[in-house]
């Protein structure tokens, strides 16, 4: 005799298997959580420069007492006053060698360049014929323009290097401030060179990654009614346009951050301190500031074009690496220069070493992209660098006029370096010959700069990443970009 099983059978057997199946999820959340949060506390240990609390830097809050430039760089002599007894007073002897920036008197102290391009710089003319803001990248330092800026001091513009709060001390202050405080020193050195160049004279901001996306916000405010000095133009380089939404869960690091024992979570990386004028350990912080920050330049550009181009944007010259590990190339185009009504705007795109034996190993082609771009009409100049076409290092410049179908090429004396495939997106401000980050070699073939290290052997040695040391640091064809740069500005 077959027996009939209760009418509620069916449905407890269900809520069984998905309690079973909802606790199951929770354990392997759970489980996952505390193998993140072990590996996290596995990273090396945090040491005076992730830690320090250095109380004079620049916030928003202190603009309103700051006196323009002349105050800024008063409160940052304090500011490093403090870094040197917070940091480098405090670095044990064992970190005391030759590649820790911390360390005093290494070949990474910023103090034994004969400026310490950490800070903010000022180059005065006497009659100037232009004023040039410079704000450098996130994780940077004002040496990023260090060689654009003795060239446009030379052509008789007053330049300002600023350094942006949070930046060229120790990573730490980045790890606390706020993209509020970045904004308020942009205002504060905009009125103080506007102020000191007079009315008469052009005005111009060049911002590089971050600090592109800086000018941007500043641009915006313009537009949007705030009383500032209008940029005649802005010059943008890797610009950061947008950043990937990934970053915003960088959050729930920050919240983890706070419980004793798991403040290694505030840091998406922790690095040995070998490069000078850069942070190599980046904190979480840093990551969801300038999240927030292209999140609102994107909000404010789409209110602004309102279904059409945004009028009495101030033209744009931008330099962008096809291939960008940090900032993707499309999103410069998409969300920006797309947005714009034409008013001069020029883009130039570094292309991929398309040499056959280079190419061979790309991941990645960009050139379906580059192509459609040059079949489009567009609001601004396009300009690609590139060496498509014979089985050649050499390169030239298709270029191609806003409005217009035609693509022009033009044969240029610049050619890639033997092994070098792509640009970076540190890449574009620094010259082959910078004596950081350039491609010089010592007697003998050794490396004699950062941007020359060819370190061989074994992988999961190395206390830095092989992909960081491999990444290009200076620009093959930077003297393209500045001859550029100085024929729009200085006709």
Not at 308 to 314: H, L, M, Q, T
Not at 408 to 435: K, T
């Amino acid at each position: 005799m077959n027996r009939k099983k209760p009418a509620g059978f069916a449905g407890r057997m269900l809520r069984h298997l998905l309690s079973a199946a909802i606790y199951g999820l929770i354990g392997l959340a759970a489980g996952g959580l505390i193998f993140y949060i072990h590996q996290a506390r596995s990273r090396p240990d945090l040491l005076p420069w992730h830690l320090a609390d250095l109380e004079y830097e620049f916030t928003a809050e202190k603009s309103a007492y700051i006196d323009g430039l002349d105050g800024y760089l008063k409160l940052e002599e304090r500011l490093f006053s403090q870094l040197r007894a917070q940091v480098y007073d405090k670095t044990a002897a064992g970190d005391r060698h030759r590649f820790n920036r911390y360390s005093p008197g290494s070949w990474s102290d910023p103090g034994r360049f004969a400026v310490n391009w950490n800070r903010t710089f000022e180059m005065p003319a006497r009659d100037p014929v232009a004023g040039f803001l410079l704000l450098h990248g996130l994780t940077d330092s004002p040496y990023s323009f260090r060689s654009l800026a003795r060239s446009l001091s030379a052509r008789g513009a007053w330049v300002v290097g600023l350094r942006i709060p949070g930046h060229g001390t120790a990573p730490a202050a980045l790890a606390r401030a706020d993209r509020r405080d970045f904004t308020a020193a942009v205002r504060m050195a905009a009125r103080d060179l506007a102020e000191k160049i007079g009315k008469d004279r052009p005005f111009y901001i060049a911002g590089y990654s971050n600090g592109a996306a800086l000018a941007l916000d500043y641009t915006l405010a313009v537009l949007e009614g705030e009383p500032l000095p209008a940029p005649s133009g802005l010059l943008l380089i890797s610009p950061a346009v947008a950043v990937t939404p990934a970053a915003a869960l960088a959050r729930v690091n920050l919240w983890l951050s706070k419980i004793p024992g798991l403040e290694k979570l505030g840091w998406l990386s922790i690095e040995p301190e070998y490069d000078p004028f850069k942070y190599n350990s980046f904190p979480v912080n840093a990551g969801d500031q300038i999240y927030r920050l292209t999140r609102d330049i994107d909000a404010r550009l789409r209110r602004l074009e309102n279904g059409a181009g945004i009028d009495r944007f101030p033209p744009v010259l931008a330099f962008q690496s096809v291939v960008d590990a940090t900032i993707p190339a499309d999103a410069l185009v998409d969300r920006l220069l797309h947005r714009l009504s034409p008013n001069g705007h020029a883009l130039v795109l570094f292309d991929v070493n398309r040499k056959s034996e280079i190419a061979a190993f790309l991941s990645d082609d960009p050139r379906p992209w580059i192509d459609g771009l040059l079949k489009q009409s567009l609001p601004f100049d396009l300009t690609v660098i590139t060496n498509r076409g014979p089985d050649t290092p050499k390169v030239h410049a298709l270029q191609k006029k806003a409005g217009q179908d035609a693509v022009f090429p033009e044969p240029l004396a610049l050619s890639w370096p033997g092994g070098v495939y792509s640009l970076s997106h540190v890449a574009p401000p620094f010259p082959p010959s910078d004596p950081l980050y350039g491609s010089r070699q010592q007697d003998g073939g050794r490396p004699a700069t950062l941007g020359s290290l060819e370190p061989r052997g074994e992988k999961g040695l190395l206390r830095v990443g092989i992909g960081d040391l491999m990444r290009l640091r200076y620009n093959p064809f930077y003297a393209y970009l500045e001859t550029r740069i100085m024929d729009r500005y200085f006709p």
